[in-house]
């Protein structure tokens, strides 16, 4: 199943952002933000690919 398209996309969007900030510290809070939310991301496509029950 793997990380929506549009999770993707917002992702993206957030990092150009952080980096088009001009002041030091909401670029540093966005980027630790957008990192934050990369994990998550990653958490929920690999629950995805996870099996949901007894494979006998």
Known sequence: MGVPAWA???????????LADPEPFSKIAAIV??????AILIAIGRLGDAPSGPSA
């Open 8 to 18: 993707v996309a917002a992702v993206t969007v957030a990092i150009v952002a952080a």
């Open 33 to 38: 933000g957008v990192a934050a939310a990369t």
